[in-house]
């Protein structure tokens, strides 16, 4: 279970005199819990990548806090990112390297044998349709093999919560689908706790079993896609998340 309250970040635009402070979180708030595909909603800027960021320790909050599964990501970084797999925007792969040997040096990183990274690496190509590509050198990989390997590479020390920022972001249908449907099994099969950020409406309505809308920084709403529906008075998810994130704004 990941636990984000009311997270606060500020950043510096500018230099010198011309320096001012940006706020890009004043006040996330959500919970995440196993078993469950959790989806932060956001257009661009909204504050997605940045709660993400500080959920695996690459920034500090100004304010509030993260805590997965009862460990303080701030004061216990190492011990909460054991129990997290997390897949950034950026998913530098080594290009030298086979799909399997990614995996395994990722592995070795979080204190695995090589003989059980490579085990582990067998299992998770099973579960995302990886096994053609396990021995093959990543350079030359199309965005969604590079996705699957990278995906693969998160959850080699098997953590029980997975977090995700914008994983489909240059992937064509079928990898979509793909990974689409290898989430949903580690939710089903291994009871994962799942986070991940988008700014797409089908992706939320197919697979989140909660979601999270994010506005300048903010928790605006929450709950399942039928419950914002609901709330907002809107039949189509689309116009559901134009209201609860913009308001009035949105008519004008």
Known sequence: MIEVRQLAKAFSQGSGRAARPVQALAG???TATDGRITGLLGAN???KTTTLRIAAALIPADAGSVVVDGIAVATHP???LARMGVLSDARG??????ARENIVYYGR???MSTAAASARADTLAQVLDLVPLLDRRTEGFSQGERMKTALARALVHDPPNIVLDEPTNGLD???TRALREALRRLRDEQGKCIVFSTHIMQEVERLCDHVVV???GRTVAAGTVAELLAASGQADFEDCFVRLAFGD???R
């Open 28 to 30: 996330v708030d959500f």
């Open 45 to 47: 800027g909204a504050g």
């Open 78 to 80: 190492t011990a909460a």
């Open 93 to 98: 792969l080594y290009p030298r390297l086979t």
């Open 109 to 111: 990183l979080h204190g």
């Open 173 to 175: 249908v079928l990898a």
């Open 214 to 216: 994010l506005a300048q």
């Open 249 to 251: 704004a949105a008519q």
